[in-house]
């Protein structure tokens, strides 16, 4: 072991760290695992200084972990005993706004708040958008081809990357910096890289295409008295005005009461509801659009398919209405211990999916907090279960009832945090065989010395 960090510090200096010069920070991720001192911590000031890391480690067969944000909850960037870890936090900053290409160009460790805030200042919006946007890095988001919040309209991280730059795993450095929406020649190798959690190659710069700033913002909280009363909602509003929903996101009974009984929120509505959406619409800058988002409403009031409903007249009532959404942040505070779900469910199988956990639930765990919520439009849910005195058989047995059901109703596993080490035991839920293989052929073609993130995803 002494022999690769010595080739290590040699060839970049102090930019290697080992020993108690290795932040705490980087011995563990979001995840909840754990924390394990990597053998020593890599911090790469350019794609140069990767590409050498990597060689090295390629050449002493040195397993790596590849670090972002650190905000997965897949434990993907979590070390395990024996590995370096290769942090991009200082590969940060815009190299470029392209204005007439409506593209951005950035680092790998840059946080995708900066990229946000660029985008707005040069007069666009950057579609990829989640909650953990002032620590995720776009290398990150492109690992794990993040969702979020806005995946409805701009579509996950995929949708958003026009071109990569990439380290494979001996140190070879692949590049396509395309700024172009049409471009078929050959291979778009750079797909392969989004969502391959490391596994694969390390990016260490993105070309993200950039959207219109949404004009005439219109937020809702509305009351539904079923799952697919909100399905309704859905489907008219997209017609009545297609292209304008940003947000459509749910909140099931059992989450609003955690929201307000445990995390002190005020009511939303008067009466309980089963369902609780979170709407957001772009209606553009004619005033028009405004009046056109409230009389749609009113008339799903007036069919009854909304129970009730406000529509933010102020960004404090927009800032309110997202608060119960993000209430999950604050859990922590007020929970036992935790285990978060990120899963997919067909939206025609959704009322059965949460009917099974509100009879499997009580009955197997009496004392456990459960909550669902999430974007839905999208088939994605979140599934967090809190139970006091969580061990290891409790963990597992929440996780086989969870994903058995998904797998059940022929959902996935993940819909977008990834795999990680915690969900790998369970990935065959979701993926054939013959498409497991086809992961480990090019995984052994990418990376034959198996060095790159080994025991994520397979």
Same mark, same amino acid.
């Given at each position: 072991?002494?022999?690769?960090?010595?080739?290590?510090?040699?060839?970049?200096?102090?930019?290697?760290?080992?020993?108690?010069?290795?932040?705490?920070?980087?011995?563990?991720?979001?995840?909840?695992?754990?924390?394990?001192?990597?053998?020593?911590?890599?911090?790469?000031q350019s794609t140069d200084d990767a590409a050498t890391a990597l060689r090295i480690c390629h050449e002493?067969?040195?397993?790596?972990?590849?670090?972002?944000?650190?905000?997965?909850?897949?434990?993907?960037?979590?070390?395990?005993?024996?590995?370096?870890?290769?942090?991009?936090?200082?590969?940060?900053?815009?190299?470029?706004?392209?204005?007439?290409?409506?593209?951005?160009?950035?680092?790998?460790?840059?946080?995708?708040?900066?990229?946000?805030?660029?985008?707005?200042?040069?007069?666009?919006?950057?579609?990829?958008?989640?909650?953990?946007?002032?620590?995720?890095?776009?290398?990150?988001?492109?690992?794990?081809?993040?969702?979020?919040?806005?995946?409805?309209?701009?579509?996950?991280?995929?949708?958003?990357?026009?071109?990569?730059?990439?380290?494979?795993?001996?140190?070879?450095?692949?590049?396509?910096?395309?700024?172009?929406?049409?471009?078929?020649?050959?291979?778009?190798?750079?797909?392969?890289?989004?969502?391959?959690?490391?596994?694969?190659?390390?990016?260490?710069?993105?070309?993200?295409?950039?959207?219109?700033?949404?004009?005439?913002?219109?937020?809702?909280?509305?009351?539904?008295?079923?799952?697919?009363?909100?399905?309704?909602?859905?489907?008219?509003?997209?017609?009545?005005?297609?292209?304008?929903?940003?947000?459509?996101?749910?909140?099931?009974?059992?989450?609003?009461?955690?929201?307000?009984?445990?995390?002190?929120?005020?009511?939303?509505?008067?009466?309980?509801?089963?369902?609780?959406?979170?709407?957001?619409?772009?209606?553009?800058?004619?005033?028009?659009? !405004? =009046? /056109?988002?409230?009389? #749609?409403?009113? %008339?799903?009031?007036? &069919?009854?398919?909304?129970?009730?409903? @406000? *529509?933010?007249?102020?960004?404090?009532?927009?800032?309110?209405?997202?608060?119960?959404?993000?209430?999950?942040?604050?859990?922590?505070?007020?929970?036992?211990?935790?285990?978060?779900?990120?899963?997919?469910?067909?939206?025609?199988?959704? !009322? =059965? /999916?949460?009917?099974? #956990?509100?009879? %499997?639930?009580?009955? &197997?765990?009496?004392?456990?907090?459960? @909550? *669902?919520?999430?974007?839905?439009?999208?088939?994605?849910?979140?599934?967090?279960?809190?139970?006091?005195?969580?061990?290891?058989?409790?963990?597992?047995?929440?996780?086989?009832?969870?994903?058995?059901?998904?797998?059940?109703?022929?959902?996935?596993?993940?819909?977008?945090?990834?795999?990680g080490r915690i969900k790998r035991p369970y990935l065959s839920l979701s993926r054939t065989e013959p498409?497991?293989?086809?992961?480990?052929?090019?995984?052994?073609?990418?990376?034959?010395?198996?060095?790159?993130?080994?025991?994520?995803?397979?």
């Amino acid at each position: 072991m002494s022999h690769v960090i010595d080739a290590l510090v040699e060839a970049l200096g102090s930019r290697v760290r080992v020993g108690s010069d290795i932040p705490s920070r980087n011995h563990a991720d979001a995840s909840g695992l754990k924390p394990t001192a990597p053998q020593a911590l890599i911090l790469p000031q350019s794609t140069d200084d990767a590409a050498t890391a990597l060689r090295i480690c390629h050449e002493h067969r040195q397993p790596v972990v590849t670090q972002g944000g650190l905000t997965g909850l897949a434990g993907g960037a979590h070390p395990q005993a024996g590995e370096v870890a290769l942090s991009l936090e200082r590969m940060s900053g815009i190299e470029e706004i392209d204005a007439a290409s409506a593209t951005l160009t950035a680092l790998a460790g840059t946080p995708l708040a900066v990229i946000q805030q660029a985008a707005d200042e040069a007069g666009f919006l950057c579609g990829i958008d989640l909650g953990a946007r002032g620590t995720c890095t776009i290398g990150g988001n492109v690992a794990t081809n993040a969702g979020g919040n806005q995946v409805l309209r701009y579509g996950m991280t995929r949708r958003n990357v026009l071109g990569l730059e990439v380290v494979l795993a001996d140190g070879t450095v692949v590049r396509s910096l395309n700024k172009m929406l049409k471009n078929n020649a050959g291979y778009d190798w750079t797909q392969l890289f989004i969502g391959s959690e490391g596994t694969l190659g390390v990016v260490t710069r993105a070309v993200i295409g950039l959207h219109p700033k949404p004009q005439g913002l219109q937020t809702a909280l509305c009351a539904v008295g079923s799952f697919e009363d909100a399905l309704v909602v859905l489907r008219r509003f997209q017609q009545a005005h297609p292209g304008r929903l940003l947000v459509f996101e749910a909140m099931w009974r059992e989450f609003m009461t955690v929201a307000t009984e445990i995390c002190g929120l005020a009511p939303a509505f008067e009466d309980e509801h089963d369902v609780t959406l979170l709407i957001e619409a772009d209606m553009g800058a004619d005033p028009a659009g !405004t =009046e /056109a988002f409230s009389l #749609l409403l009113g %008339e799903f009031y007036e &069919q009854g398919l909304i129970k009730d409903a @406000v *529509v933010a007249q102020s960004r404090a009532d927009r800032n309110r209405f997202w608060a119960y959404r993000e209430t999950p942040y604050e859990y922590g505070r007020f929970l036992p211990e935790e285990i978060r779900f990120d899963v997919s469910v067909p939206l025609n199988r959704m !009322t =059965e /999916a949460v009917a099974h #956990l509100r009879r %499997e639930m009580p009955k &197997q765990w009496p004392d456990a907090v459960y @909550v *669902v919520f999430g974007h839905v439009a999208d088939s994605n849910i979140h599934i967090n279960v809190a139970v006091r005195d969580m061990d290891d058989a409790i963990k597992k047995g929440v996780q086989g009832l969870v994903y058995d059901l998904v797998s059940r109703l022929g959902g996935s596993i993940s819909a977008e945090h990834g795999i990680g080490r915690i969900k790998r035991p369970y990935l065959s839920l979701s993926r054939t065989e013959p498409e497991l293989a086809l992961m480990r052929q090019m995984k052994q073609t990418l990376d034959p010395a198996g060095i790159l993130n080994p025991g994520r995803i397979l």
